[in-house]
């Protein structure tokens, strides 16, 4: 199986600071990543698709960049919605893996 | 608009059996794959598997192959995900998600295993 790691796991940020979140593949995966938002209690939503496109409604303070095994999301001006856990998940080879998540926190 | 909407809560004992639900609706429900994610209360995202419902053709992980079985009905477009002798261990929420990169997902079914 490809292995999914995020860093960091979790991090402290304040309202407008532009946050980055780094997701590592263990094998290359192309761009066949994709991110994820999770509230609590709540689905999971679609941020980005094939690594660096936007999910249709998703505001463009979200982006995504990076190719083979080394990923980044990107929120530009964290807004207090923002909030929340964030998954990556590769869909390159079965089984499909998600990465353990980076919990959004607010400083 | 895409929807899917999953079955209700359920509460069950070690060793019954369950099959839970997810309804497509608003797109061409046969022709995108939906995949079925667990969450362990307090725990991640697990992928668990995925079905084609044009043909059924469907991949699971290795961790949940011969734990579960997924399937589908397309006369109604629904996915299915069924266990034959649930465990304490298979507490937890379980989302349907469409497509392989997940563009939509169900809200969930919390499934609660308990003597």
Do not use: H
């Not at chain 1, 796991?9 to 994820?36: H, K, P």
């Not at chain 1, 909030?83 to 089984?95: D, K, L, V």
């Not at chain 2, 509460?11 to 061409?28: D, H, N, T």
């Not at chain 2, 046969?30 to 044009?54: H, N």
């Amino acid at each position: 199986d490809i292995q999914m790691t995020q860093s960091p796991s979790s991090l402290s940020a304040s309202v407008g600071d532009r946050v980055t979140i780094t997701c590592r593949a263990s094998q290359g995966i192309s761009n066949y990543l994709a991110w994820f938002q999770q509230k609590p209690g709540k689905a999971p939503q679609s941020l980005i698709y094939a690594a660096s496109s936007l999910q249709s409604g998703v505001p463009s303070k979200f982006s995504g960049s990076g190719s083979g095994t080394d990923f980044t999301l990107t929120i530009s001006s964290l807004q207090p919605e923002d909030f929340a856990t964030y998954y990556c998940q590769q869909y390159n080879t079965y089984p499909f893996t998600f990465g353990p998540g980076t919990k959004v926190e607010i400083k | 608009e895409v929807q899917l909407v999953q079955s209700g809560a359920e509460v069950k004992k070690p060793g019954e059996s369950l099959k839970i639900s997810c309804r497509g609706s608003g797109y061409s429900f046969s022709t995108y794959w939906i995949a079925w994610v667990r969450q362990m209360p307090g725990k991640g995202l697990e992928w668990m598997g995925i079905i084609f419902p044009a043909d059924s053709d469907t991949r699971y992980s290795p961790s949940f192959q011969g734990q579960v079985t997924i399937s589908v009905d397309k006369s109604t477009s629904t996915a299915y995900l069924q266990w034959s002798s649930l465990k304490a261990s298979d507490t937890a929420m379980y989302y349907c998600a469409r497509r392989s990169d997940g563009d939509y997902w169900g809200q969930g079914t919390l499934v609660t295993v308990s003597s």
